[in-house]
């Protein structure tokens, strides 16, 4: 019978342990707690959605009284989100949606968990409450081409 030194068997025990650990965080975060990833929440024709639909006239919209949806294109050439300045009062809860018009761009809201790929074809939504009062930069965070680090926009709580 092979021979496996006693310290390297308590190494393949802790790391089976470990996975059984995360399969079980995974499963219950997953089913008992309902946590999931950033799934796109509709398919949009990229080739078409500068042009129509709530993508060709991109920005906030009060839906009551402090509910927002916030409609964001990402373009490359020029590279920039439509819009790149935003303003919403405090405690103002916001759903974003952002697609791409072209190629793969990222989205990431700083300080906060709004942070998603944007992707021609899929929009992306995500919901935050701002209750505190400051800039929010966002910028694209997935490489798109030479003007990359042009795409930054920010939103303002006041
Ligand atoms: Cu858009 Cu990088």
């Known amino acids: 019978m092979m021979h496996i030194d006693r310290l390297e068997k308590i190494y393949i025990y802790i790391s089976i342990a470990v996975l059984v650990i995360f399969t079980i965080a995974i499963t219950i975060a997953g089913f008992a707690l309902g946590i ?3 799934s796109p929440s ?5 080739n078409t959605v500068a042009s129509t639909g709530p993508y060709s006239e991109p ?4 839906l009551s009284p402090g509910n927002y949806e916030l409609y964001i294109r990402a ?6 989100f439509y819009p790149d300045e935003v ?3 405090l405690n103002s809860t916001v759903t ?12 990431k809201l700083q300080d906060t968990n709004v942070n998603f790929m944007v992707l021609p074809g899929q929009e992306s939504t995500l919901t935050y409450t ?6 929010y930069p966002y910028i694209c965070t997935e490489y798109c081409g ?4 042009n795409m930054y926009g920010v939103l303002t709580v006041e």
């Open 87 to 89: 303003t919403v009062p």
């Open 36 to 38: 999931q990833v950033p």
């Open 59 to 62: 920005g906030l919209r009060e």
């Open 146 to 149: 030479v003007g990359h680090q």
């Open 96 to 107: 974003f949606h952002v697609t791409s018009a072209d190629v793969q761009h990222g989205f």
């Open 42 to 46: 509709q398919l949009i024709d990229p």
């Open 75 to 80: 373009e490359a050439s020029p590279w920039r």
């Open 130 to 135: 701002f209750t505190e009062i400051g800039d």
